[in-house]
């Protein structure tokens, strides 16, 4: 393990907790950002409008030039 001295000073009771505390802070302060910052993300959260993809025509293989 590349940080096992660190264990030395911090108790892992009391580090392990508080990394998974700081990594669940973080997430939530990104998608709480992600939200705030954008417009779509709260539509699409909403059900917003519903936008069906049209696939162009195929075009006739018989027809002939």
Known sequence: MIYSK???VVKPSVGIP???AAVAISSFSVHLAL???????????NGGA???AVAPAAVDATVKK
């Open 50 to 52: 519903k936008v069906v």
């Open 35 to 45: 939200t705030m910052n954008t417009t779509w993300v709260k539509s699409f959260l």
């Open 6 to 8: 660190m264990w030395c």
């Open 18 to 20: 508080v990394f998974i």
